[in-house]
């Protein structure tokens, strides 16, 4: 067997992509205040699998401050498409609109004040890519609205599935024959936590 890289993990992190000035200050943010964000590595991963696709409409549920709303947006902005994100706390909510108009990106993000469960109850599709990275409990509830919602050969991105409370949603996804899914375990550098899992899923 081929040898590996001595130290891995230190290794990987010289590849961490760049960020402008907006996202590393959502990043000191986000360590000064504990909220949690998906860092760099995923946000670049989001970015590079909505450009693959030409994604024209997402779906994101769990905006916070806007860290990988900013990512996804700026994927779909080469294709004239557009992002709405849900959050359900007002403030973060108020915060992520003015984020997003200091990167230019308030004409291609809408934001809705709202549970992801509720609102995804009474919204319409079809959407081309969903990201899920809302409480963990908030996961299986919302696997049938989410499938219903994807166009057929849409993609599901979950986040945080290394998590125990995302146990019973990571079992009823990879069971489901409505989706075909990998699951990854993954070194994620400045993502919190840094040692995850990211779900994928197609829209079968």
Same mark, same amino acid.
């Given at each position: 067997? /081929? #040898? ?13 992509? /760049? ?16 909220? /949690?964000? &998906? ?23 769990? =905006? ?9 947006? $700026? ?26 108009? #200091? ?48 166009? =057929? ?9 290394? %998590? ?8 009823? &996804? %990879?069971?489901?024959? $409505? ?7 993954? %070194?994620? /550098? %400045? ?14």
């Amino acid at each position: 067997m /081929p #040898k590996m890289i001595t130290d891995l993990e230190g290794a990987f992190r010289q590849f961490v992509p /760049p960020r402008d000035a907006v996202l590393l200050a959502l990043e000191q943010e986000a360590e000064r205040e504990g909220i /949690p964000i &998906v860092g760099p590595v995923v946000g670049e991963f989001l970015y590079i699998l909505a450009r693959a696709m030409q994604a024209k409409r997402i779906l994101e549920l769990g =905006t916070a401050t806007g860290y990988s709303a900013i990512y996804l947006a $700026r994927a779909c902005q080469g294709s004239m498409g557009k992002l709405l994100t849900l959050e359900k706390d007002e403030g973060m909510a108020g915060r992520a609109q003015a984020n997003f108009r #200091k990167v230019g990106l308030g004409h291609c993000i809408e934001i809705r004040v709202a549970d992801a469960l509720a609102a995804t109850t009474k919204m319409k599709g079809p959407f081309d890519l969903i990201f899920m990275d809302i409480d963990k409990e908030g996961y299986l509830p919302l696997l049938s609205h989410c499938h219903r919602l994807l166009k =057929t050969g849409g993609l599901m991105v979950i986040d945080n599935v290394g %998590f125990h409370a995302a146990n019973d949603f990571n079992r009823a &996804v %990879f069971e489901s024959p $409505r989706w075909e899914s990998v699951h990854l375990l993954s %070194f994620l /550098p %400045f993502h919190s936590p840094e040692k995850d899992g990211l779900c994928l899923a197609l829209r079968t």
